[in-house]
């Protein structure tokens, strides 16, 4: 197959990587600190992948992720969002300057929070999402902050405490803090909390295969989680697409929305296959993706495109209140089905 790459002259690349069919823009590094091999992957301006395996990934200006690393389709670091060495990600989204610490297993996520590379939401190291259930189905994404309000940058952050885990599909309140250790089975709605998950008791006992509780909660939590993709999804339509400076930021932007639409149909596949197995009635599904995304409000005509964080963070109170309550509307309208 022919390798289609485009890499800027001034990007380093160092011996024994491997690249195909990728964009990698300027002042980026590859490589390090070991080998790495990226296939299809869209990297902007000064990203740094230090080793280790990277497919269908898209990594935005001065994302990095050290060496050992496991990146597979359908995710997206943001700008200065981050991972420590032997990462492994899957139909990740990380929004700026979220970090993870070293071995970590952060599969099927989205999380946002914080404000800036001193003020950011973290993962410590040996921490596991865990999104396979005994039942094996992934209807299990979760949502750790969200996209209405964590596209703003202006939001607490979160921190999801070493050697513990989350069960998904959950979803996590910006501030929310989880001691390390634990593992986390359930929702944290309200902000600004401490959660310290508790130890289950032992027991054995019959285990039947197929019978699930809690449909509710699971059906709610994947639509929410959707309907914040959906949202990302038109922020970027709308929002990112005036920051496009070259060629290498073509690539990028074209890569995240390939990759928002990967995930969407992922959901919806693991969603459909969860209804069937949990025998629940539920609404078309084709309903829900055909719901209609409403129009972007005009507090874009006065931003100053040179920079994209810095854009973002000198909205005025109104145009931030303008750009959350049209994401959340998108949100609303595509969880409101049952």
């Not at 094996?136 to 939001?155: E, F, H, I, R």
């Not at 929702?187 to 006992?205: F, G, I, Q, R, S």
């Not at 078309?284 to 409403?294: H, Y």
């Amino acid at each position: 197959m022919r390798n289609k790459s485009n890499i800027a002259p001034d990007a380093l690349i160092h011996p024994g990587c491997r690249i195909v069919n990728s964009s990698i823009g300027s002042g980026c590094e590859v490589g390090a600190e070991a080998p790495a091999v990226l296939e299809n992957c869209q990297l902007g301006r000064k990203v740094k992948l230090n080793g280790g395996y990277f497919s269908g990934a898209v990594f935005l200006d001065g994302a990095n992720m050290g060496s050992g690393a496991h990146v597979r389709g359908g995710t997206i670091l943001e700008e200065e969002a981050n991972g420590a060495h032997t990462v492994g990600l899957k139909q990740t989204v990380l929004l700026p300057y979220v970090t993870l610490g070293s071995l970590i297993n952060f599969c099927d996520v989205l999380m946002a929070g914080g404000t800036s590379r001193k003020d950011h939401s973290e993962v410590g190291s040996s921490y596991v999402h865990f999104n396979f259930t005994p039942n094996q189905d992934k209807a299990t994404a979760s949502l750790v902050g969200d996209v209405p309000l964590g596209v703003l940058m202006n939001q607490k952050p979160i921190f999801l405490g070493g050697q513990g885990g989350l069960v998904g599909p959950s979803r996590i309140a910006f501030g929310s803090v989880l001691a390390a250790g634990g593992v986390c089975r359930k929702d944290l709605l309200d902000e600004n909390h401490l959660h310290v998950p508790p130890a289950p008791a032992e027991k054995t006992t019959p285990f039947v295969p197929g019978r699930y509780g809690n449909i509710d909660r699971i059906l709610k939590n994947n639509l929410i989680y959707i309907g914040n993709i959906n949202a990302l999804k038109a922020w970027y339509q709308n929002v990112r697409i005036l920051f496009i400076r070259d060629e290498f930021d073509q690539a990028v932007f074209d890569g995240a929305l390939a990759n928002l639409d990967l995930i969407l149909n992922e959901r919806f596949q693991r969603l459909e296959k969860f209804i069937k197995k949990a025998g629940c009635s539920f609404q078309s599904l084709e309903e829900i993706r055909a719901v209609d995304i409403p129009v972007c409000p005009d507090f874009i005509s006065k931003m100053d495109r040179t920079n994209y964080l810095s854009a973002i963070h000198r909205l005025s109170a109104d145009a931030r209140t303008s750009a959350t309550d049209w994401l959340q509307t998108i949100v609303n309208e595509t969880s409101k089905f049952k």
